[in-house]
């Protein structure tokens, strides 16, 4: 009978078979569908299903029920319980995490990790044959499955992949299931009740006579056209006897109160007892295996069998018994048992699944429904909290945290250890909501060993919320309350303890310009840690970069750098391999800083971090961007901002922002650059030394090339104040003083200009690289009153600053001895100095000065070559990074795993390059990039 509903459902499943059509022409569609209970969505869901495979697609199903609905990726195993372990290879091995919660494997950490591996398996499987992924009862759906469902409808453009997601209207399904519907290719489809003259239909179907146009508005006004409704009120109505006629209005009207479940009661009350305890145990733990249904209705196995098939005669489970008709029917049954014995049930289904060893995660969805408090649960949480919490799954592990946390059983100790992993997790997604959790432990441990990690991470969790002057203070304190105890020679975990603590404080220090006195002081004091364990690596690492801000020796520095760099057997973070690459480029080594900084980036891309991977793409960015390398840099810069803007949204991470400037400013626009710098907006952003320089040094360009050096030069002493009021006495940290002489002079201010330079040149020579010799050759020449003199200071400045790879620099010393020659009347060698560096600016694509240095080549007796434009240049800087991957022999998918972009990203980056390019395919592209190299 129920099938018949569908008789009222052409629209909808012309709707669904014109979604699949699109879907198997690689134009990824998803539909949601909406409509309350019994409508007939699930009906409908398993008619398309049929219609689906029929035009080719490979059809996964899932239906999400409420004990699933508090896990970590439970729609989603269920989906795909039954892939093909050849699929789960590349990237897509990360998606093993979502689909065995008892295995932990060799998984990467971080929640998108396990997103990007899902991804990539969609990918996999669509490639083979059009997919069909159909979620019903989403309502359901633990919130773990609907973000990743988000994430792959952000990339379903080019898959040959269709999903519909089912909702009954009326539960509440939350911001991550309404928020679906909003994505360009998901259209929502109400399913709306039956009409009139379905009823009618379906009545005459039900009931072997067309009705009386009373009886058929009866029935429908008694359903609301809702055909469970009506199927379970013709039910009735036939087993009575009913005729369809005028005069048995009212016996419709009788019959129709509570139609479903007076209909489901009825079935089982002239059934045995045994027939009722097995439905209702089947409700609680499900139609399979039977042993279990046995045990939970406690009931002899052997009726188990017979009992289902009893309930599939009864309209109470479908035909194979794998489950109910409806979710309705399910719950009329549940509503048939007294409160406290459903949570009673609840708690024996647990207890029973654990006794049989199922994974952590399965038992503790039933304990998420049931107030039941044994001592038994507590520890099956935690095992679920940490097996969720590998898996990337954090929402699902505070789940489990928080219903453990509220069991009278726990001790004092392992309340805390609880509050301690919520803590942790908080950090990952809510860094300000774990602080308070944190404050609250922290002042209710005393022992000064176990305070120490939860101080660590407290910093950790502090940094992002800009709050790590308030993790300052507290390790500081840590720190002497755990020296009070461990004395002057403390064993190894002691020391370890100590390490941790004072890398967390030294990183912690280094965030903020107020604290970063005492990061350097700090770092100043410490010996060299031996380096055996990560956070003696990082705390190198930081004692590397703080004592290269400080302007130490050189050679410790870059000592310390490399032992970082060159200890393969040590796991580190990012942190800790940024920290030596900052050290390595202020120490003068900028080759081995881009080192670092790539082993950075393979790492974060063979874990899917997308935090840190954006976070390095910014610093190699503004690494490039000083070594005149613009068009990598404005290709990291573009790619770290891609996808911070579509994986981290609420992430405020400036860096690539203040490179793309940066490379605009370089290129002559300084329009453009302003109109980037507009939209960097972080509290308290000059608080915040590193960014923050950086973002002054590219305002401060643009404010010069807009024609106000006066505002220019307010940012540069800002800088100046800020590094001193921070104690940063190296020169090379920011390089604002020389852009700040060369303001001075053209501003008329010589005197001063001339003073900084004496002042810079004095600190200039406790830190000897080559680069800060070559910048002090160029003010020097910049300062110098008589044009002769200048000659000779620029001239070295231009060897120094070419040899060291300092090439925008290099490009202004050429520039401004290219001027100075004119004046004395050498036209012949600026002719020549000039043209070379015009050479060095082209090739490095710096456009901003280009215009004046060929007016002076013409002013010296000179013609200016014309550039050949490259239509290389024509490319934005993702298409330039995918374009040399692909000439690089790598292929769409690899690209895209390595960029964190879709597969549709890709293809649109070289289709766009082929056009502009004008060439027809990878062959001619490989040609055309080698030939630019």
């Known amino acids: 009978m129920l099938g018949r509903v569908l008789l009222g459902r052409t629209e909808e499943l012309a709707h669904l078979e014109a979604k699949a059509e699109l879907a198997t022409g690689g134009r990824g569609q998803a539909v949601l569908l909406r409509g309350p209970s019994g409508i007939g969505k699930t009906q409908l869901l398993r008619t398309a299903e049929q219609r689906f495979a029929m035009q080719g697609m490979r059809v996964l199903r899932a239906d999400c029920t409420e004990v699933g609905s508090g896990s ?30 008892g295995d932990d494997g060799d998984q990467p950490a971080g929640g998108y990790a396990v997103l990007h591996g899902l991804y990539w398996l969609v990918v ?11 979620v019903d009862d989403a309502h359901w759906a633990d919130n773990s499955s609907l973000r990743w469902l988000d ?13 519909v997601i089912a909702q009954r209207t009326g539960l509440a399904g939350g911001e991550l299931l309404a928020g679906l519907s909003a994505h360009e290719c998901c259209t929502a489809l109400e399913v709306a009740p039956l009409g009139p003259d379905d009823v009618v239909e379906l009545i005459a179907a039900g009931l072997d006579e067309a009705p009386a146009p009373a009886f058929a508005a009866r029935c429908t006004d008694v359903s609301g056209g809702n055909p469970l409704l009506l199927d379970r009120l013709l039910g009735e109505l036939r087993r009575k006897g009913v005729q369809p006629d005028a005069q048995s209005v009212e016996l419709v009207q009788e019959l129709g109160r509570d139609v479903l479940t007076a209909s489901v009661l009825t079935a089982l009350s002239k059934q045995p007892e045994h027939v009722t305890a097995v439905a209702r145990a089947a409700a609680v733990i499900g139609t399979r295996p039977l042993h279990r249904i046995a045990a939970l209705g406690q009931v002899p196995v052997r009726s188990v069998a017979p009992a289902l098939s009893v309930l599939a005669r009864c309209d109470v489970l479908d035909a194979d018994h794998t489950g109910f008709v409806h979710d309705q029917v399910r719950t009329t049954i549940l509503a048939g048992i007294s409160e406290e014995e459903l949570h009673a049930t609840r708690a024996r289904a647990a207890r029973l699944l654990s006794d049989e060893g199922e994974p952590a995660e399965a038992v503790a969805g039933h304990l998420l429904l049931t107030p039941v408090d044994e001592p038994w649960m507590q520890p099956v949480l935690r095992d679920a909290a940490a097996s969720a919490g590998r898996r990337g799954s954090a929402e699902a592990a505070m789940n489990y945290l928080q219903r453990a946390l509220g069991s009278k059983w726990l001790d004092a100790d392992t309340r805390t250890r609880l509050q301690v992993d919520l803590a942790g997790l908080l950090a990952q997604i809510d860094p300000a909501s774990a602080l308070p959790t944190l404050r609250e432990v922290l002042g209710r441990v005393t022992d000064a060993r176990a305070r120490t990690p939860l101080a660590a991470l407290f910093a950790r969790a502090a940094q992002p919320v800009y709050s790590s002057h308030e993790a300052v203070d507290l390790l500081v304190e840590v720190i002497d309350q755990l020296d009070a105890v461990i004395g002057p020679e403390p064993g190894p975990a002691d020391q370890e303890l100590r390490t941790l603590a004072e890398s967390a404080l030294l990183m912690a220090a280094t965030d903020e310009c ?24 990082l705390a190198l690492s930081l004692m590397a970069m703080l004592s290269a801000f400080e302007g130490g020796s050189v050679e410790t520095v870059l000592r310390r750098a490399r032992r970082v760099m060159e200890t393969p057997d040590i796991p580190v973070d990012g942190m800790t391999l940024l920290g030596a690459s900052l050290a390595f480029e202020l120490a003068g080594d900028v080759d081995s800083a881009l080192a670092g900084l790539e082993r950075t980036l393979a790492e974060t891309r063979r874990r899917a971090e997308p935090v840190m991977h954006v976070m390095a793409l910014g610093f190699r960015a503004v690494m490039q961007r000083r070594r005149g390398e613009l068009a990598e840099a404005a290709a990291d810069a573009q790619t770290a901002a891609d996808v911070a803007g579509q994986e981290l949204p609420g992430l405020l991470l400036t860096l690539p922002l203040i490179t793309q400037a940066g490379v605009f400013a370089d290129l002559g626009e ?11 907006v972080r509290p308290r952003y000059e608080e915040f030394g590193w960014e923050w320089y950086n973002y002054a040094l590219v305002r401060a360009k643009v404010s010069r090339q807009l024609g106000d050096s006066a505002a220019a030069l307010d940012m540069l002493r800002r800088c100046e ?31 001063e200009a001339a003073e900084l330079v004496a002042r810079m040149g004095e600190d200039v020579k406790r830190w000897p690289i080559p680069k800060a010799a070559g910048l002090i050759a160029l003010v020097t020449g910049l300062v110098a009153e008589d044009p002769k003199d200048a000659v000779a200071p620029l001239t070295a400045a231009v060897e120094r600053l070419e040899g060291c ?8 010393a050429g520039h401004r001895l290219g001027q100075v020659l004119v004046r004395t009347g050498d036209v012949k060698q600026a002719r020549q100095v000039l043209r070379a560096t015009m050479d060095v600016a082209n090739r490095s694509g710096e456009r901003a000065e280009l215009a004046e240095i060929g007016r002076l080549v013409v002013a010296a007796g000179g013609r200016v070559r014309s550039p050949s434009d490259s239509p290389v240049d024509a490319l934005t800087g993702s298409e330039r990074r995918v374009s040399a991957m692909a000439a690089d022999g790598l292929s769409n998918r690899a690209i895209a795993e390595s960029l964190f972009v879709s597969l549709r990203t890709v293809e649109v980056h070289l289709t766009s390059s082929y056009r502009k390019l004008g060439v027809s395919g990878r062959a001619e592209l490989t040609a055309i990039l080698r030939a630019e190299r």
């Open 721 to 751: 104040r800020s590094m001193a009021e921070a104690g940063i006495t190296n020169p090379m940290y920011v390089l604002w003083w020389p852009e700040a002489v060369d303001v001075l002079v053209e501003l008329g201010r010589r005197d």
């Open 124 to 134: 996999g499987l669509s490639g083979e044959q059009p997919l069909a992924l159909i």
């Open 805 to 812: 790879g300092a090439i925008p620099d290099r490009i202004r």
């Open 151 to 163: 994430f792959l409808l952000r990339r379903a453009e080019n898959l040959r992949l269709l999903v």
């Open 514 to 537: 107020s604290t970063l006195p005492l990061a350097t002081a700090r770092a100043r004091a410490m010996t060299d840690p031996p380096g055996r364990s990560g956070s003696e690596m």
């Open 670 to 680: 300084p329009e453009r650059a302003a109109e980037l710098l507009g939209l960097v």
């Open 72 to 101: 970590g990726y439970a729609a989603v195993r269920e989906l795909f319980h039954d892939v093909d372990e050849d699929l789960l290879q590349g990237a897509a091995r990360w998606a093993r995490a979502a689909l065995s919660p």
